[in-house]
């Protein structure tokens, strides 16, 4: 399976402003997919990011939001834009291989 | 659209008894995954169930896929203190596709 390195691992933003979060996998993929969840909730899909076509971006959210990039097979990035106290969650990106889906270790967002 | 129903939310046993968490979709599923979540954690992924009525066992832990392949479930034999955390199921389509997660079921173990 693939390893991913997700940074940051935690940040504490302010309202209004942007934060971008990395995830770098050790193997080339075709897909990526990024995660939020709140506090003792579920994982809701955000978007699936494929190298060189824009995102596909699930029921209730849109791309001014969260822009997603995808330069190349190993690398993605997820802004959240405009925060609002709201958006404070866990993000997860997570990649599929043959017999199951690997997560990175998770940004947790706290917005004041 | 597709959506995947996990019960019961929460469960609470003391150590030592058995653990079941049941997992039902709207729709026939190509496969099944279950991931474990530890506190504080992200989800590691456990096993995945392909053919209808298949039946996986790891240790202690035994999966299984319904015939009609839209429910599942999760049996942890005699619990222990490291079986702590929230078990997903994940219902998907092919190999690499997105993956829809039922809401989880939280285990908390009682010395």
Known sequence: ?112 | GQQVMQIPQYQHVQEGEDFTTYCNSSTTLSNIQWYKQRPGGHPVFLIQLVKSGEVKKQKRLTFQFGEAKKNSSLHITATQTTDVGTYFCAGGGLSGDKIIFGKGTRLHILP
Do not use: H
Not at chain 1, 78 to 86: D, G, I, K, Q, R
């Open chain 1, 1 to 112: 399976s693939a390893v991913i390195s997700q940074k940051p691992s935690r940040d504490i933003c302010q309202r209004g402003t942007s934060l971008t979060i990395q995830c770098q996998v050790d193997s080339q993929v075709t897909m990526m997919f990024w995660y939020r969840q709140q506090p003792g909730q579920s994982l809701t899909l955000i978007a699936t990011a494929n190298q060189g076509s824009e995102a596909t971006y699930e029921s209730g959210f849109v791309i001014d939001k969260f822009p997603i990039s995808r330069p190349n097979l190993t690398f993605s990035t997820l802004t959240v834009s405009n925060m609002s106290p709201e958006d404070s969650s866990i993000y997860l990106c997570s990649v599929g291989w043959d017999y199951g889906y690997t997560f990175g270790s998770g940004t947790r967002l706290t917005v004041v």
